[in-house]
């Protein structure tokens, strides 16, 4: 395997684990502070700005720039036409889908943790309006780079005004779904804190608002059917029934590895942050199974990739 498309497998593994670890850390804060993570305020002030937030945030931001990094290593070594760079650009591309949707989750979470609560601007602003803003530039971000800029297109020469007009509407068919479904996050939680929650019409403009951000999102989108110039072929390698089954079980398999390892450790995470737990005993029979678990589908997944990248390249 050339020594780039090594990189970029180890890129999209390294994303994993910086959200995996991320995902803990943010679970153990959030635990040992739970009284504000329910909502509950003191008399002495409480605050609805929780620490954990910007971790599990910067997590899936890690995990972002890393696979975002593997595509475009991948992408680039596709458009030399280097034996077997194929299946690790779409393993790849599966997980930007699978981040984008992650920081689409964490943009909603943190815009209806923030409704039902009494707080003031500032206090809502740190605690949910900029985490929704930066989840929402990290997502356009990370689309918009491995789409419409995508790095195997770079030293193409200049381009003419018809394939810069294509990529400004390819970027706006991005820029209007993500960042307007934010702005209406922002929207209605600043109407909700000011009353405005009890007003149908209040919904109705948001509903409105909803609908012409996707609208252009599919104007843009539909005016640049024929955009794909001088970009990398991702047609299907060639392969056997019976490898893409092996491929297909092997990949749903690490899905479930993958998944359970993340909701296990939270699970243990806040067995450790409820305390009454003797260390030890904890690490050894709880947090290092978990760790096991993870590391397996990690293994696994880079074997995988690693062979499904040679036998494409033969």
Known sequence: MDKSLKSATAYVLIGMTTAWIGFLLATYWMFTDLKRYLGSFSDDGGSLTRPATYVFLAALLGQAFFVALAYRISDVELAKKTPGALP?????TVWIV???LALFFFAFSAFSTSLPVEAGFIDLFTAAYLPIILAALGCVT?????TVYRKSEMGQGERTEEVKTAKRE???AFIFPVLGGALVFLIISTGVHNGAGNNVWFWILNVLLVAAFLGLGGFYSARTKGFGYGQADTKGAKGTTALRLNLTLVVIFIVILTVGSFGSGTGVVVVFA???IEV???LVNQMLPVLAVYVISVVITYFTVRVRSIISAK
């Open 274 to 276: 409820g305390g009454d």
């Open 88 to 92: 690790i650009l779409k393993y790849a």
């Open 98 to 100: 699978v981040t984008a």
């Open 170 to 172: 390819a970027a706006l």
């Open 142 to 146: 990370l689309l918009l780079s491995t």
């Open 280 to 282: 030890n005993d904890w």
